[in-house]
Each structure stands twice: as structure tokens, then as C-alpha cells.
């Protein structure tokens, strides 16, 4: 647990949250937490602010896939070690119910896969389903799936299954659920997906979100508390998305870009430190008030002109103060942390 990392929730409102088709969240309640241990089954992959990762620093997700490959999933049986004949494509279907499976590797590419039936088995994950170009139906009931850790979207999804699973009793398991797989999905577990949940699922459907569900972050709209990081999605997306824009702006497609969120957000802190701690006055600096020392007039553009340097027009109305106010000094480096 790093108290650094938490940020406090909202109060919270009249009527609880429950997991109903109507039930109808709003950004400004949804938050983005992580823990290792849910996440990878392992240990914390990092110490907190201030502390190196015991992973690499490097922007790359592939170092932490391989750190946190499971170890149930090497025991267990694979797709890859079924006999051939047990794998096959049937009018537009491969069903492999009940063969005892812990891990999709192996599973081939099948051209025209429509529909997929892995239920009854032991998956910790939907790792290796690949991209398949036309599956519709994805039915994975009674495994023991806990997040979308390393999937892949479809692009023609329409129906998903995962009942029986850890990760169907979470919250907000729908709107994850489409972020992950399809942001167009039609149903899950049978129902429609709502349209308070599709409002949910346009707003937040950004690569920032979408790269921290693959690296086992969950959704929710309560607080965490055995999460390592917890946090408003909105600070989350404030945070992330610049260094994920300047990414993108190289080029490469989004699909094919898995940054490690968990060293772009450690960069957040740090810098947002960095410009607190550059401007706060230093000891005994302060200078005394003068009393043969006559005020100079300053010109109305001149006043607060170190906040309107740090702070874009319209970003202190946004936080709900006047324009200009704060003033230089310390009010400055809180303008600064609102640009970082």
C-alpha cells in the first residue's frame, strides 16, 4: 500500500451502486486502481514514488509480460498441447469445452472463426486469443479469469460470455468487458449492454485506458483499498495522456503501441514534485517590509503575471478560482502542476 499513490474519493452519493442493467455510473465516479497481486499473481512490481521499479524502466510492456508470465499457465495444459484432432473448425465454430485447458497459447488463426467455446476449463486469462478477424460470439463461462490481462481486441465481436468468472463479479465488468475485446459489443452474459454504460464506454475509450485494462488495471467506482494505485479515471487520463499523445504523434497505430503505464504515471508524480519543490521560497528568504520603501505602480497586465505564464486562459475558471488568482510563488506551482 503507497498512500502517495491514492488519491481520495468523492463523497459519496445517497443511493449505492448496484450491478443492474440500469444502473447508470458517470465518469466522475469511475475510478482506475492496480495491484500486483490481483493483477500478475505476483508480488508488487514497484515501491512507490521516489523508489526505482524492481521492473525495467524502460517504456516498454514487453519486460513486465515476461516478468509476470504465470506459472499456473506454464504448468497447466495448453491449446498447443491438445491433439490435432480435437481442434477444429466446424460450420464457423471451434469448441473447446471442457478440456482441462489453463492457457490459450496455441490456438490457431483460424479464417471464418464466428464463434469460440472455452467454457468449463481452468483459464486464468484470455492471453493468446489473438486478433480473429471475424468472431462474433466469445463464450468462456466457469473459468477462472480475474481481469483482461494481455487481450487483444476483435474487431467484429457482438457477444461476450464470462459468467462463473472472478472478474464477472466485478462492478463495471461490461464496460471493461467492451474496452477490452470491442468497444462496439452488443451483449454481455446475455443482456444488452445500456446506454449509460456505452456513454460510459465512448468517454473513457482512450489508449490510455485501453493499454492499462491489458496490463491488468480494473475499473470501479469505489475506492480500492488493497490497491498499490488508486485514482479518479480522470486524473488517471490527465496524467497519462500527454506522454501517450506524444507516442502516437511518432506514427505508429495505436494497436500496435502497449506503453508501461506504470512508468509514465511514476513520471507524473515526479515532475509534478520536481516544480513544487523548485518553487517553494527557501528559508529565510523572505524579505522584511521596508518602512522608507515606496510601492511601485504596476500596470494592470503586470499583476499575477507569473500564474498567467503557468496557467492557459480558461484553466483557472475550469478549477473553479478567478482568472489570475494564485498569484506567483507558490500559487505559480500550483498553475505548473495543472500544466504537467
Request: hydrophobic share 35%; aromatic share 6%; net charge positive.
Amino acid at each position: 500500500m503507497f498512500p502517495v499513490y491514492q488519491t481520495p474519493a468523492r463523497e459519496p452519493s445517497d443511493t449505492p451502486a448496484t450491478r443492474v442493467p440500469n444502473f447508470q455510473p458517470s465518469v466522475e465516479e469511475v475510478r482506475i486502481s492496480f495491484s500486483s497481486k490481483a493483477a500478475t499473481g505476483e508480488d508488487s512490481i514497484f515501491n512507490g514514488i521516489g523508489q526505482e521499479f524492481q521492473i525495467s524502466l524502460e517504456p516498454s510492456i514487453d519486460g513486465l509480460l515476461s516478468q509476470t508470465s504465470r506459472s499456473s499457465e506454464r504448468r497447466g495444459k495448453r491449446v498447443l498441447d491438445l491433439p490435432a484432432g480435437w481442434i477444429t473448425l466446424t460450420f464457423g465454430t471451434v469448441n473447446l469445452r471442457q478440456r482441462r485447458l489453463k492457457s490459450l497459447e496455441g490456438l490457431p488463426r483460424f479464417i471464418g472463426l464466428q464463434s469460440l467455446f472455452v467454457q468449463d476449463n481452468q483459464l486464468n486469462s484470455l492471453e493468446h486469443l489473438g486478433v480473429n478477424a471475424d468472431l462474433n460470439v466469445l463464450r468462456a463461462e466457469r473459468n477462472n479469469i480475474k481481469n483482461f490481462w494481455a487481450v487483444d481486441r476483435q474487431p467484429k465481436l457482438r457477444e461476450v460470455w464470462l459468467e462463473g468468472n472472478p472478474v464477472h463479479e466485478k462492478e463495471l465488468v461490461a464496460v471493461m468487458c467492451a474496452l477490452s475485446l470491442n468497444p462496439n459489443l452488443i451483449k454481455y452474459n446475455g443482456r444488452v449492454i445500456t446506454k449509460p454504460e456505452r456513454d460510459l464506454i465512448a468517454i473513457v475509450d482512450r489508449p490510455a485506458t485501453r493499454m492499462a485494462l491489458k496490463q491488468g488495471w480494473e475499473l470501479s467506482t469505489e475506492v480500492n483499498t488493497a490497491a498499490e494505485v488508486d485514482l479518479p479515471v480522470e486524473e488517471f487520463l490527465f496524467r497519462l495522456e500527454p506522454a501517450v499523445e506524444q507516442i502516437l504523434g511518432q506514427g505508429l497505430p495505436s494497436s500496435e503501441i502497449n506503453i508501461n503505464i506504470h512508468y509514465y504515471l511514476k513520471r507524473s508524480y515526479q515532475m509534478i514534485t520536481n516544480v513544487r519543490i523548485m518553487d517553494a521560497p527557501k528559508q529565510g528568504a523572505r524579505a522584511q517590509p521596508s518602512a522608507t520603501k515606496t510601492p511601485q505602480p504596476r500596470s494592470p497586465g503586470s499583476r499575477h503575471a507569473s500564474a498567467a505564464l503557468l496557467c492557459p486562459a480558461g484553466r483557472s475558471r475550469a478549477r473553479g478560482r478567478a482568472p489570475g488568482g494564485g498569484g506567483g510563488g507558490r500559487g505559480g506551482g500550483r498553475g505548473a502542476s495543472e500544466v504537467l
